[in-house]
């Protein structure tokens, strides 16, 4: 059990629903998707995709080696909670305040070109720098923009890495190493892994349809979810975590669920309470024949048939290293009075329901709630079998 009560306090996030909070909750409430049909990163191969279609801020150091999309990314969700941010800087110091981020491409996006130019002429580009694509980049450029001198690292377990951003600040905050933490995810798109996905067989051609009988596979996405995260009540509770690992497979999940169970339970016992307290689970929910058939039965061993849950990645596409940031983003609003409207995020499927799967409650029809959900989990479960489950309560 955590010694402390910790907080997410505010949120920045973009992704393919919107630029900002407001703007994708209405998105999820109105059930827009927002898919881009593209070649752009594969070879003349068009794959629906979750760009981001915003604009986004200059990057206002003069090294090369900061000046990527990604940081751009981050960029733009730092400066929708900026005034939350600059009074943490003032409260506790600059030496107080933390970053944590997740991610799994940093600028592999910016490096691409430069080194496609490299393979033809055989000089490197004047504009490249190696540390563009570094893991560590985004969390090293928000301290540095900022001008804080507390912790600041990247964390990069593929799918899991912007939930274990967040579960990594509880824990610093929870150690009196940091009063404040600037934490969560931020990925962006590049041909790596549009390509990589694609020769894995685990790229969907159309809108990716989890928990179907006719999942094919994901839409790659990208997006940015950053929180303020203190001990001050205000915000979202992130009431516990679980994390656990399969130990099974470099890329297939364990097929008995047994690390998606450990980590959902984990997340419970952390929290100190049951199952029947949760009143939404947002599913890692990839829509691939394995990850599902796994989560589903995970989710019914811990929940039953009854919890309602969906999966959020059909909105959004996969961001991959930003995926669990910006889900638990969603259940942030969820939870929050963002934005006032409360909603349930809806599952957008083909309805046809795959016997092979244990029952869970997906969210296919629009449910009047008795009243307003106390708890909800979001799941991650990435590549290795690298698992975390986020548990997020009402302030």
């Known amino acids: ?44 191969t068009v794959w629906p995709l979750g760009l981001y279609q915003g604009e986004l801020p200059a990057i206002p150091l003069s090294e090369k080696k900061w000046k990527s999309r990604n940081n751009q990314f981050a960029l733009a969700a730092l400066k929708q909670i900026e005034p939350e941010i600059t009074a943490a800087i003032e409260q506790f110091g600059a030496h107080r305040v933390g970053v944590i981020i997740g991610t799994s491409t940093s600028g592999i996006s910016d490096s691409e070109p430069a080194i496609s130019e490299w393979l033809v002429t055989g000089e490197v580009p004047k504009r490249y720098d190696y540390g563009l694509q570094e893991m560590g980049a985004t969390a090293n450029f928000v301290a540095k923009v900022l001008g804080l001198h507390g912790p600041a690292y ?63 596979g994901i839409n790659i996405g990208e997006g940015a979810a950053l929180f303020l995260v203190t001990g001050q009540t205000k915000g979202v509770e992130l009431v516990g975590y679980g994390e656990s690992s399969d130990a099974y497979h470099i890329s297939a999940p364990d097929p008995m669920g047994n690390g998606a169970i450990k980590c959902m339970t984990a997340a419970l016992d952390d929290a100190g309470i049951e199952a029947k307290e949760v009143g939404y689970v947002n599913l890692h929910g990839t829509a691939t024949a394995l990850n599902d058939q796994m989560e589903a039965l995970a989710m019914n061993k811990v929940f039953g048939a009854h919890t309602l849950c969906s999966s959020t990645k059909p909105f959004t596409g996969h961001t991959l290293g930003a995926a669990g940031a910006v889900e638990a983003g969603i259940c942030w609003l969820m939870l929050s009075s963002v934005g006032g409207e409360k909603f349930l995020p809806f599952h957008i499927w083909d309805g046809v329901k795959d016997p092979d799967l244990p029952e869970i409650n997906l969210v296919t029809t629009d449910v009047t709630l008795d009243g307003p959900i106390r708890y909800v989990l979001s799941n991650s479960f990435a590549f290795g079998g690298n698992n975390v489950s986020l548990l997020l309560g009402r302030v």
């Open 1 to 44: 059990m955590s010694k402390k009560r910790i907080y997410l306090n505010s949120m920045g996030l973009l992704c393919a629903m919107g630029s900002s909070p407001n703007t994708i909750k209405k998105n999820l409430i109105e059930k827009q998707l927002n898919l881009t049909q593209t070649d752009d990163f594969s070879l003349d």
């Open 154 to 216: 990247g964390i990069s377990t593929a799918c899991s890495s912007g939930a274990k951003a967040l579960a990594a600040a509880k824990r610093q905050i929870d150690l009196g190493v940091c009063d404040a933490v600037i934490a969560g995810g931020v990925d962006t798109i590049c041909q790596l892994t549009v390509q990589g996905f694609a020769s894995l067989q685990a790229l969907s051609d159309k809108s990716c349809n989890p928990f179907s009988v006719n999942r094919k």
